[in-house]
């Protein structure tokens, strides 16, 4: 019930292309969904997060996209560079303190 | 910019031993939370910490576990009796306020036991 399920497990995508990163959920009472970008060596950081009362969230090049009916959110990278190599993790909660995490994503971007 | 520090970075102990995992939140945040992930596998939460006490904590964080902020700027992480699959990179984390804000994440301490 509180698993989070993130695909695909790794991507590779060419500089400019779009980087598609998906989580399905199973619990009704969550209600905040970050996305985490994560660097090697680095602990996880917020890149973006969304509330179940909007369908899409836009800040600069990353998208969340919601489907509350279909319990599923995804993460779009629009123009995706070198740069935004890393490893990338859905989470949910229900309070707001406790996420459950997806099982991340290995992003390469190619030059 | 303000960041979450954690000592050591690497931690290799032997099995039954007790650890203790070191973190500096970021000064002007209340909540702290303690996070572990499984080489390979997803990151797991472990506790959330307030106002000295536990406000949160997951089926994980069993009596082998415990949470301390000693003083106004450290908060710790101690495993009593470490076992084989105690081995994880653990991170802390802080936050703001309460609830759907932010959690800035400490670099983890990658704990080895033996």
């Known amino acids: 019930q509180q698993q989070v399920k993130q695909s695909p497990q790794s991507l590779i995508v060419q500089k400019g292309g779009i980087s598609i990163i998906n989580c399905a959920y199973e619990?009704?009472?969550?209600?905040?969904f970050p996305w985490y970008q994560q660097f090697p060596g680095k602990g996880p950081a917020l890149l973006i997060a969304?509330?179940?009362?909007?369908s899409e969230k836009k800040e600069g090049r990353f998208t969340i996209s919601f489907n509350k009916s279909a319990k599923q959110f995804s993460l779009h990278i629009m123009d995706s560079q070198p740069g935004d190599s890393a490893t990338y993790f859905c989470?949910?909660?229900?309070?707001?303190?406790?996420?459950?995490f997806g099982t991340g994503t290995s992003l390469t971007v190619i030059p | 910019e303000p960041e979450v520090t954690q000592t050591p970075s690497h931690q290799v102990t032997q099995m039954g031993q007790e650890v203790i995992l070191r973190c500096v939140p970021i000064s002007n945040h209340l909540y702290f939370y303690w996070y572990r992930q499984i080489l390979g596998q997803k990151v797991e939460f472990l506790v959330s910490f307030y106002n000295n006490e536990i406000s949160e904590k997951s089926e994980i964080f069993d009596d082998q576990f415990s949470v301390e902020r000693p003083d106004g700027s450290n908060f710790t992480l101690k495993i009593r009796s470490t076992k084989l699959e105690d081995s994880a990179m653990y991170f802390c984390?802080?936050?703001?306020?309460?609830?759907?804000?932010?959690?800035?994440f400490g670099p983890g301490t990658r704990l080895t036991v033996l």
């Open positions: 619990n009704t009472a969550f209600d905040y």
């Open positions: 969304i509330r179940p009362d909007v």
């Open positions: 989470a949910a909660s229900d309070t707001g303190n406790q996420f459950y």
């Open positions: 984390a802080s936050s703001k306020t309460a609830s759907y804000n932010e959690q800035f």
